[in-house]
């Protein structure tokens, strides 16, 4: 516990002066983050990082996450997402090239893992865009329910949520979480009207609640992989708390629902 302290506290120190910071600082922060994230996907699968398409899946990534049109203006609109389109075309030409090793189900997994890792973080770089409470409400809403989930789970779980992928969560824990991060959200909302603009409060607070469902969803998924890949954790870039994506794995699932209901 005391190294998870201390290494949280950390990651904290860089995170947050970053996230204060925003613009380009961030947002390369965020590609780096992203990168790592798909690094700690081809780990698990015990793949060569630096491959050729190790490297077309964290560029990939890193396309997504940083919006390029914000400093090459004579980029389309859609351009993360061209240029995305590109780099997956160049991994499918390894079927071409090295037919007899390498299959499309071979360059499906680097697709899906950039995919998978690159919206989130392209999301997370959108909000911080329109401004830092987004993300802070964000964070705080994940933050409250794992912190709900745990100590309601220990306290009182009983019914196993899902134990063929994460043997020690309970559905007490999920329910307490959910009921965690909609008073940490409420209160949150309470000091700043603008965070749940454009909808009512009552309406945020049901997105909450679906937000903190998807925060354990993602938590979920990332369990299934490492469980499939029979890792504990995704990586051990953070000692005491593991890789990129077991800390980022709910927010990964998180911003790309809040983007899609007009928060930002």
């Known amino acids: 516990m005391k190294v998870r302290i201390i290494w949280g506290a950390i990651a904290a120190a860089i995170f947050i002066p970053l996230l204060v910071i925003g613009n380009l600082p961030f947002q390369l922060f965020a590609g780096l983050l992203a990168m790592l994230g798909v690094s700690e996907m081809f780990r698990m699968k015990r793949l060569e990082v630096f491959s050729f398409e190790g490297i077309l899946a964290m560029l990939a990534a890193f396309v997504l996450t940083v919006p390029m049109t914000n400093y090459l203006s004579f980029l389309p609109i859609d351009a993360n997402f061209a240029c995305y389109g590109f780099i997956v075309f160049l991994i499918l030409a390894g079927t071409v090239f090295n037919s007899e090793r390498y299959s499309f189900e071979d ?13 989130g973080f392209q999301n997370l770089v959108n909000a911080r865009l329109v401004g830092v409470d987004k993300v802070l409400f964000a964070l705080f809403i994940v933050w409250a329910t794992d912190m709900g989930a ?73 369990s299934a992989i490492k469980r499939h890949f029979a890792v504990k954790d995704s990586g051990k870039l953070i000692p005491g708390h593991g890789g990129i994506l077991d800390r980022f794995d709910s927010i990964i699932f998180v911003f790309p629902l809040m983007h899609l209901i007009g928060l930002f």
């Open 150 to 222: 745990y100590f309601v789970g220990r306290k009182i779980g009983k019914r196993k949520l899902l134990p063929q992928v994460s043997p020690n969560k309970t559905i007490e824990g999920s329910l307490g979480g959910i009921a965690s991060a909609v008073v940490v959200a409420l209160v949150f909302m309470l000091i700043d009207h603008s965070v749940y603009a454009p909808h009512a409060l009552l309406t945020m607070l049901l997105f909450v609640m679906l937000f903190s469902l998807f925060a354990q969803f993602g938590d979920l998924v990332e």
């Open 107 to 119: 360059a499906a997994f680097p697709i899906a893992a950039s995919l998978y890792v690159g919206i």
